[in-house]
């Protein structure tokens, strides 16, 4: 529906607290800008009727509501830490393994005793003087050679 300055519209009206009919004042394109409340007449910005605006909400969610929900990304499930060490333990001799100090130098597949995590085995070199060791409780960054 069009409208003009001068015709009826129901609108919500902030001062009233509820839809009363409002005469329009000003006009944009086809949205009412302005309109004068009939029965506090209070001049303000127009407001659609909660019963409209509710109603398109209810319409707006009734089609959101056929929209089958996306499917959910499942989760990689984390390896068992204590699997990992002993995967990578395989064929490995434990008394082979030397003792920890922070001033070895350390390579990959290294067996080592550390005196608080136990027996690990060296998995990566992360940085000149990091290495990433593998213990039963899970990986650990370990510094070396210095």
């Not at 086809?30 to 009939?38: F, K, N, W, Y």
């Not at 605006?53 to 984390?78: D, E």
């Not at 830490?81 to 003792?99: L, N």
């Amino acid at each position: 529906m069009t409208y003009v300055p001068g015709n009826a519209a129901e609108g919500y009206c902030a001062t009233c607290d509820e839809d009363t009919l409002h005469t329009v004042l000003e006009i944009e394109g086809l949205q009412i800008r302005r309109a004068r409340c009939s029965k506090c007449s209070t001049e303000g910005p127009f407001r659609v009727s909660r019963a409209k605006a509710r109603a398109g909400l209810m319409a707006y969610v009734g089609k959101r509501a056929t929209i089958p929900p996306p499917p959910r990304r499942q989760r990689k499930k984390a390896e068992d830490p204590a699997q990992i060490y002993r995967r990578m333990m395989e064929g490995k001799k434990i008394s082979e393994a030397r003792t920890y100090k922070i001033s070895m130098a350390l390579s990959e597949g290294d067996i080592l005793r550390h005196p608080r995590f136990g027996v690990g085995i060296v998995s990566a070199l992360t940085g000149p003087q990091k290495a990433v060791v593998v213990f039963e409780d899970g990986p650990k960054n370990l510094v070396f050679g210095r």
